[in-house]
């Protein structure tokens, strides 16, 4: 039997103002679920993508609002197609809709309401193979 990897997964803090705010977004606008929470503490999940939000202050070595985290998913625009109704609810300099980077990548971004600069994206072109790999059995 190969031996199992020990590493799991990268889950991203994000510095965030009140949390419940913060939960309320990442839960109803961005569809994820809220596992754990408690003592200024939440850990949410979508598919096996989670976030760790950290409620703090403004005098923290990096306020809320100064993170940048991505992540990539398998289809931009369907994605982005199931969560415009949510999206249009936000101002509209917090949303940039699906465009294609010069990097090989299909992306779009929402900022949290702290700022926090969410991405999603998949890549297209030559890149658009880069996660097959991880299907394989």
Known sequence: MAARSNL???????????????????????????????????????????????????????????????????DCDALFAELEPQLRALPADRVRGPADAVYGQREFSVRDPDGNLVMFGQGIGDNASQWDYRDRD
């Open 8 to 74: 799991i997964q990268v889950t991203p803090f994000l510095g965030v103002g009140p949390i419940e705010r913060s939960i309320a977004f990442y839960r109803d606008v961005l569809g994820f679920t809220l596992y754990v929470q408690g003592g200024g503490y939440a850990y949410l999940e979508r598919d096996r993508v989670a976030v760790r939000l950290l409620e703090l202050d403004g005098g923290a070595p990096h306020p809320p609002g100064c993170s940048h985290i991505y992540i990539d998913v398998r």
